[in-house]
């Protein structure tokens, strides 16, 4: 089971930490995990992904040079730190999951296990 948490209303410029913490997998560190975010009226799309041991992170272009994804397997949980946000950044962010790292990462269809997403708008 996958929770996001960490959305919440911030000023063009800010930055906002999204944290998606993973229960009952005991073999956490085994999974990729990535992060999409859905604007209104619009489909949803890939922001980053972090392999299982983190020796390979991605991200969208929108996202590269303001986003860092991270993890830490001890307490089954990836950040995305998100900095320089933007309005067009607003969006619900969803966390996906799925055993080991696909080259089809940014593929909806490559996770298996999704979180229920957390708000995230920016605006003044």
């Known amino acids: 089971q996958l929770q996001a948490s960490g959305g919440g209303l911030v000023q063009p410029g800010g930055s906002l930490r999204l944290s998606c913490s993973v229960s009952?997998?005991?073999?956490?560190?085994?999974?990729?995990v990535g992060w999409f975010r859905q604007a209104p009226g619009k489909e949803r799309e890939f922001v980053s992904v972090i392999r299982e041991n983190s020796s390979i992170t991605r991200y969208a272009d929108s996202a590269k040079g303001r986003f860092t994804i991270s993890r830490d397997n001890a307490k089954n949980t990836v950040y995305l730190q998100m900095n320089s946000l933007k309005p067009e950044d607003t969006a619900v962010y969803y966390c996906?999951?799925?055993?080991?790292?696909?080259?089809?990462?940014?593929?909806?269809?490559?996770?298996?296990?999704w979180g229920q997403g957390t708000l995230v708008t920016v605006s003044s």
């Open positions: 996906a999951a799925r055993m080991y790292y696909s080259v089809a990462y940014a593929s909806l269809q490559s996770y298996n296990y």
């Open positions: 009952g997998r005991n073999t956490f560190r085994s999974y990729s």
